[in-house]
């Protein structure tokens, strides 16, 4: 093999220009389109320019939906005059669905944040989260190649 020649055929040039994965838990995606939360910004610039390949699954599409209809979110999204429509068109236009992810080495204590970190072990992918019971898994999951919370520049 060529020297500078990637596996799949490109340059190396290529794969620096490859998106960085990454799996956002829904806490941050409504961190992104709903709270608009100054700190997010430029992790939304990431997926929203393409430098970030959001991996997902339908389960979690079905979390944000149920969460976008908690009385608390459902205020925002009304003083925002943001229809939950248009935040479930942001998860399906950004986000890669993926199918579900085997089970990884370490459980979250907390079960609905699992399918997260499944997904992320699966993929190599950085993960988002803001969890506790995900946040205290960090030396674990960077064992399985995840970064948790990763700067995004």
């Keep these: 093999m060529e020297l500078g020649t990637a596996v ?9 220009q490859a998106p960085v994965r990454r799996v956002l838990d829904t806490n941050i995606v409504l961190d992104l389109w ?3 939360e100054p700190k997010a910004q430029p992790l939304r610039t990431s997926v929203e320019s393409g430098s970030t390949q ?12 149920r969460v976008l209809a908690y009385p608390q979110i459902a205020k925002r999204l009304t003083y925002r005059q943001l229809p939950a429509s248009t935040v479930l068109g942001h998860f399906d236009h950004w986000a890669q ?11 979250c204590k907390d079960a609905d944040d699992q399918k997260f970190i ?18 205290c898994m960090k030396k674990r999951l960077e064992r399985c190649g995840v970064a948790l919370n990763p700067t995004v520049c």
């Excluded at 959001?54 to 939906?65: G, I, K, V, Y």
């Excluded at 669905?97 to 370490?106: F, G, N, R, T, V």
């Design 54 to 65: 959001w991996l997902a699954t339908a389960a979690m599409r079905e979390e944000l939906a």
């Design 118 to 135: 499944d997904l992320a072990v699966q993929h190599t992918a950085a993960l988002h989260s803001k969890d506790a019971q995900v946040l």
């Design 97 to 107: 669905l993926q199918p579900d992810a085997p089970k990884a080495p370490y459980a």
């Design 34 to 36: 709903v709270f608009d």
């Design 8 to 16: 799949n055929g490109g340059t190396g040039a290529d794969l620096a």
